[in-house]
């Protein structure tokens, strides 16, 4: 137990550092505008104290390698400067958006279920194989125990809605700048302009819609534990399974439902990548699409463990 804990705390300190790096290159182009303004400003301050020319020779090399001097009238310049305003911080809310869908952290988000799965059923594998439930059944009952058990398990869906609300504090605490309203008029927003027609709505299935594929995710890595008497293939047991379900369910909503039946726009949701971008979606239409993988894999669970004879011969010693 004290290896899995330790696994454990490295996997969250791990996280930690890449959502790090992803905040840092979520606010770096930002914090490189504003040097870039201050640099003009100061290059304007100069010239209005008499401390440079008004124009001014500046040499570049072009495409083709050669040396081009052109001269720029700095009183032009000056003076389209100080029509320029000062680049605007992201706000907080695009700012998380953009730091768990638009970074490093994107690429990283590929692998969180089957990470979250590794973890969850650990200790639910150690008691099935090692037979030690049929003590704790005979102590507290079937029933008890699997209840308890799962319970445990279901905890770690709670591990991305977490890391998106530490994320947004982070943000927020960089940012200062809750006005996103003001992003989306500016162009610079990375949430559609769809979903800013109720953004509490928004935010709060943002945050729910995490919990729910996580508990999907848990959920077959529950499914696959009962027979698989190895850890490793019970884990990618399950993350293969949801792996199978994303193609075939894209392959099914993009191509067979619009063709056969004209539904449209169900293919959207079942893209793996959906509950960091929320692109063309609703968000009634992802709240449904949670509660439906996370209610049929919980009923699943249901029927493979609530016979205890089931269990207890599967996993046989």
């Known amino acids: 137990m004290k290896k899995y804990n330790f696994l454990f705390f490295g996997f969250i300190i791990f996280l930690m550092i890449i959502l790090a790096f992803a905040i840092k ?15 003009k400003i100061n290059k304007c301050q100069k010239y209005y104290d008499g401390k440079l020319d008004r124009y ?13 001097c052109i001269e720029i009238d700095l009183a032009e310049y000056c003076k389209n400067i100080e029509q320029e305003e000062m ?6 809310f695009n700012a998380t958006v953009y730091t768990l869908n638009g970074t490093i952290f994107s690429q990283f988000s590929f692998f969180l279920p089957l990470l979250i799965i590794c973890f969850s059923v650990i200790e639910l594998y150690r008691d099935l194989k090692s037979g030690f439930f049929r003590n704790k059944i005979l102590i507290i009952g079937y029933k008890n125990y699997i209840c ?4 445990k398990v279901w905890r770690f869906a709670l591990i991305l809605p977490v890391l998106a609300i530490v994320t947004f504090i982070i943000c927020s605490i960089i940012s200062e700048n809750f006005d996103y309203q003001q992003t989306l008029l500016l162009g610079q927003n ?40 190895n850890y490793a293939s019970g884990v990618l047991c399950a993350f293969l399974l949801y792996i199978g379900y994303c193609i075939i369910s894209e392959i099914f909503g993009v ?21 960091w971008s929320y692109e063309n979606v609703t968000c009634f239409g992802m709240l449904i699409y949670g509660f439906v993988l996370a ?23």
């Open 25 to 39: 290159d979520t606010f770096s182009p930002y914090y490189s505008q504003v040097k870039l303004y201050e640099e």
């Open 56 to 68: 001014e020779k500046k040499c570049i090399n072009d495409s083709s390698g050669t040396l081009k």
């Open 87 to 92: 680049p605007q911080i992201l706000d907080a």
């Open 148 to 151: 308890k058990i799962i319970r």
């Open 190 to 229: 990375y949430i559609e302009s769809s979903l800013y027609e109720n953004f509490p709505l928004f935010c709060f299935t943002y945050i729910f819609v995490f919990f729910l594929h996580s508990l999907f995710w848990i959920n077959l890595g529950i499914i696959c534990t009962k027979k698989n008497r």
């Open 255 to 275: 191509y067979i439902l619009p063709e056969f039946l004209g539904i449209k726009g169900y293919g959207t949701y079942t893209y793996m990548g959906i509950i």
């Open 295 to 317: 209610a049929i894999s919980t009923i699943i669970v249901y029927i493979k463990y609530h016979k205890q004879e089931d269990v207890v011969i599967a996993n046989e010693v």
